[in-house]
């Protein structure tokens, strides 16, 4: 069972995130909430050693988060929390096996857990007491992995490969996952989007909603739409409408201006 400390000093912020935990994993424990650098140095000399992964704010009511680690050697793995795209390097000099943007999404703290999960299965299936340097050298290794740049699709009995930068976007329909292309073409492929979400340069993909991966190349036209919502108008002609979903609104903008 994974034991996890939640540093965070907004509480509906802190208890939203226990419940995606627990919609993760039922087994999932969140031992302690803490909500102040103070509070969380004095918790952590006492009990960092009871837990298995810490998710950490970076902004808290008495400074930034980074001050903890000036009074604790923390050998806990840790998950950023920040609103603030800016901190993302920060974070990762001290411990970060990984960070979330807020608002934090189901599906990004899926990702998250889901890379905490494969750091540890990399290692050694018998040390199951992996230290953080073990994770980390881990984890610097699945960052030199490079991004897919092709697409293979079968076009009625020939195969042909589709690069990355030819793609418009990516749609969801029922267990379906199609590939459209700039020539307006649409191809199905095996994968989810999930799993596309991994494989795409995020710099150049991003998903909008639960049926489409948008590439950036591939937005003529971003309207504001109604309940502050944004509907992206594609340079394909495609008649479905693409909605940005709400709880990404904010994190698509950042993508967008590059932040």
């Given at each position: 069972m994974?034991?996890?400390?939640?540093?965070?000093?907004?509480?509906?912020?802190?208890e939203k995130l226990e419940r995606y935990l627990h919609r993760y994993d039922t087994g999932i424990e969140v031992v302690a909430k803490t909500q102040s650098v103070?509070?969380?140095?004095?918790?952590?000399?006492?009990?960092?050693?009871h837990i298995d992964l810490i998710f950490m704010d970076i902004q808290l009511t008495d400074g930034k988060s980074f001050e903890i680690f000036e009074s604790v050697k923390i050998k806990t793995p840790i998950i950023f929390i920040t609103a603030y795209d800016e901190f993302a390097i920060d974070a990762f000099k001290v411990n970060s096996i990984d960070y979330l943007l807020k608002p934090i999404t189901y599906d990004?703290?899926?990702?998250?857990?889901?890379?905490?999960?494969?750091?540890?299965?990399?290692?050694?299936?018998?040390?199951?007491?992996?230290?953080?340097?073990?994770l980390q050298s881990a984890l610097s290794q699945l960052k030199q992995k490079t991004y897919k740049t092709r697409f293979m699709v079968k076009l009625g009995e020939h195969i042909k490969s589709v690069t990355t930068q030819n793609i418009e976007f990516f749609y969801a329909e029922g267990r379906s996952v199609y590939l459209y292309n700039s020539d307006n073409r649409k191809f199905?492929?095996?994968?989810?989007?999930?799993e596309?979400?991994?494989?795409?340069?995020?710099?150049?993909?991003?998903?909008?909603?639960?049926?489409?991966?948008?590439?950036?190349?591939?937005?003529?036209?971003?309207?504001?739409?109604?309940?502050?919502?944004?509907?992206?108008?594609?340079?394909l002609d495609f008649d479905k409408e693409i909605i940005v979903s709400r709880d990404k609104v904010a994190p698509f903008k950042e993508w967008l201006s590059g932040a």
């Open positions: 994974m034991k996890v400390l939640i540093v965070e000093d907004e509480i509906p912020a802190a103070e509070e969380s140095t004095n918790w952590l000399e006492k009990h960092q050693f990004d703290l899926s990702h998250s857990l889901n890379k905490f999960k494969q750091l540890k299965e990399s290692l050694s299936d018998n040390d199951n007491n992996a230290t953080l340097n073990q199905i492929i095996d994968y989810k989007l999930e596309l979400n991994d494989l795409l340069d995020p710099a150049m993909f991003y998903r909008v909603n639960r049926s489409f991966i948008v590439n950036i190349e591939g937005i003529q036209d971003v309207i504001v739409y109604s309940n502050s919502r944004l509907k992206i108008i594609p340079r």
